[in-house]
């Protein structure tokens, strides 16, 4: 069996240690002054060095040649597998034998930050008056959750992410050692995928120099998942351009490609990043909100539609304007009395203008009024008044106000229908609330049967009285009746699992 190439190029010295020569050079100056610690806590990212310091370590102040062969003195603890109370008795009440050969006995326990908190204080004691044979090396990614105890028994050395060249040019020489054959652009790639992580970046290089021939970065990018740098260049575009036909065609072709939505959301957050960092960025506070939205799509229950909501959240509002709004707004007649109009005199007729009326001592029940014209309607047709806070209009500023404070309400408990349901166009006449979608696949989410209960209570609470809920797409089709080319066309991005039709 093959050795893996982390641990063929594992260093055996503190020397050969790349990028934590802050760490290195301190303990090899303290071994040979002899002053050495009875605990210390090495802490950092995964991948940089903490074992391998750990290992080194033990085998420098026994006098030890190291190897990759365990010696009897020198004891390895995984706490994660071995957290409980029990497992650290053991070890205190083992602790006071002497060592079998060595001069130490040194006990390396890893991502010790895993122990429970019996267990911490089961080791304490020990830790802070060990016997004079004995030397405690703690490793962890997460020195935050250590107790203050622990810690300040401790030499602390904190380790960093390695440099991205150091990574390279570390790369370089395991590359031609193992006669590899990889481009620049390849190993940047890798360098850049590995965070700083030594072993992340190299085994990312032993799995490409695996598929034999020469390693290209499109291969790298094969071997990550990564999509396409076009790809995202052309979502940031449409983007930017509020084009969310574009943003969901591309995002199409991604997922018809196999590409994941998360893999996705995180290179469109590199790109966005990249552009803010370079001062690109024609609107900063639009991309920090997209930015941050983006970081909740790997976690979300369901990823693709949540990328997809968080991107037409950041297209849709640049492609309406007020001149043009997606669905009429329904105008209803109300047989209620206007203010009759001012009478011209012949002087104001003959310039175009409007005179003053004359004054007059008529009371207001003697001033002509106009009426609305009498429909054929009963008086039972005839649609409830609203109460007076919240009177019936079909003023576009005041069906927005209305509908906003519906969608705040959907806000606080239902977050993901507030997704969908922003991107409506109301039409509200008093008695019925028209919402008009793009998308056909959005009318349909909101046009179920659960969800049109619930925004008809939120504005029946907002306007006192039943309100219908109509959900319809562009051009007119209501809720359940979508056309058969919509019906596709969402499917292709969505695999067709939610949109079987019964």
Not at 194 to 205: A, H, M, T, V, Y
Not at 389 to 410: G, K, Y
């Amino acid at each position: 069996m093959g050795q893996a190439l982390y641990r063929k190029y594992r260093s055996k010295s503190l020397g050969e240690i790349v990028g934590q020569e802050h760490v290195t050079t301190t303990l090899a100056n303290a071994i040979k002054s002899g002053r050495i610690s009875h605990a210390y806590l090495l802490s950092g990212p995964r991948g940089v060095g903490k074992t391998s310091i750990a290992r080194i370590l033990a085998h420098e102040i026994n006098g030890l040649p190291y190897d990759d062969e365990s010696h009897l003195d020198i004891i390895e603890i995984d706490a994660a597998s071995n957290r409980r109370i029990d497992e650290i008795r053991d070890l205190r009440d083992r602790v006071n034998t002497a060592p079998a050969h060595a001069k130490y006995k040194v006990y390396i326990i890893d991502e010790v930050h895993m122990l429970t908190k019996e267990a911490f204080n089961a080791l304490l004691k020990t830790l802070e008056e060990p016997p004079a044979h004995v030397i405690f090396i703690l490793a962890t990614t997460e020195a935050h959750k250590l107790p203050e105890t622990i810690v300040s028994r401790t030499q602390r050395y904190s380790l960093r992410p390695v440099p991205q060249d150091q990574v390279i040019a570390h790369l370089k020489e395991i590359a031609k050692g193992e006669k590899i054959k990889i481009d620049d652009a390849a190993l940047e790639l890798i360098a850049k995928h590995g965070e700083g992580s030594f072993r992340d970046s190299i085994s990312l290089l032993d799995q490409a120099g695996s598929a034999g021939g020469d390693v290209t970065r499109e291969a790298v990018e094969r071997i990550l998942g990564l999509a396409p740098d076009e790809y995202i260049t052309r979502l940031t575009g449409a983007l930017a351009d509020g084009d969310s036909s574009t943003t969901v065609a591309t995002l199409s072709d991604l997922y018809a490609q196999g590409f994941e939505p998360a893999m996705v959301a995180g290179q469109l957050g590199a790109n966005i990043r990249e552009r803010l960092l370079s001062d690109q960025s024609t609107d900063p506070g639009a991309d920090l909100r997209l930015l941050e939205r983006l970081l909740d799509v790997p976690a979300g229950r369901n990823p693709r539609l949540l990328l997809e909501i968080v991107l037409l959240q950041t297209a849709l509002p640049k492609t309406a304007t007020p001149s043009a709004p997606a669905a009429p707004i329904t105008h209803v007649p109300h047989p209620t009395p206007v203010t009759a109009p001012k009478p011209v005199t012949p002087e104001a007729a003959e310039t175009g203008g409007t005179a003053s009326p004359a004054p007059t001592k008529q009371s207001p029940q003697e001033i002509p009024v106009a009426t609305a014209p009498v429909s054929n309607t009963s008086k039972e047709d005839v649609p409830p008044t609203v109460p007076p806070d919240l009177p019936v209009t079909t003023n576009t500023e005041d069906v927005a106000e209305i509908w906003q404070q519906a969608l705040e309400a959907i806000k606080k408990q239902y977050n993901t229908l507030y997704g969908i349901a922003r991107m409506a166009q109301p039409a509200f006449d008093g008695q019925k609330l028209t919402l008009s979608f793009k998308f056909a696949f959005h009318q349909k989410r909101v046009g179920e049967a659960k969800n049109r209960k619930l925004l008809g209570d939120i504005m029946q609470q907002l306007c006192g009285k039943p309100v219908e809920i109509v959900c319809v797409v562009a051009d007119g089709t209501e809720a359940g009746t979508a056309a058969k080319p919509d019906v596709s066309a969402i499917a292709n991005i969505f695999g067709g699992a939610e949109l079987l039709e019964s």
